[in-house]
């Protein structure tokens, strides 16, 4: 069922230029599709995905910001390490995970609340596109 609705997505939000497809599954590597990663090129969207989320949220679309850099760990300060330090050593991380990427529900959707949702994001990459 996760397999069909990112599927599903995939394909709904395959013409959108500023959201970029998460990697397809390949006869060695097979994604568990347990969350759809949504990304969006900020540059083409004309917001960056902290926006994007703002949105979603609004329309009732639940993302999920689920993976993160290890350095953002609250237990890696515990132990001393400087998380700004690092953060500042990894730019393209931070520009990814402010920037451009979060999460999409997979869990048991039904067909319109799976539709919703792939018309919800297409209207919000397209709001920010116009500036709205």
């Given at each position: 069922t996760r397999r069909r609705h990112a599927a599903y997505l995939t394909a709904a939000f395959?013409?959108?230029?500023g959201i970029l497809p998460p990697p397809a599954d390949t006869?060695?590597?097979?994604?568990?599709?347990h969350l759809y990663p949504l990304?969006?090129?900020p540059e083409v969207v004309g917001a960056d995905i902290q926006a994007v989320r703002r949105k979603l949220k609004e329309k009732g679309?639940?993302?999920?910001?689920?993976?993160?850099?290890?350095?953002?760990f609250q237990i890696?300060?515990?132990?001393?390490?400087?998380s700004a330090a690092i953060a500042a050593s990894c730019p393209q991380t931070e520009a990814v995970f402010d920037r451009g990427f979060t999460h999409l529900p997979?869990?048991?959707?039904?067909?319109?609340?799976?539709a919703y949702m792939?018309?919800?994001?297409?209207?919000?990459?397209r709001e920010l596109k116009r500036g709205v």
């Open positions: 395959a013409k959108e230029k006869a060695r590597t097979r994604s568990s599709h990304r969006i090129d679309v639940t993302e999920i910001p689920h993976f993160g850099p290890m350095y953002r890696l300060a515990e132990y001393g390490y400087d997979l869990y048991p959707l039904t067909r319109a609340q799976l792939a018309r919800a994001v297409l209207e919000t990459v």
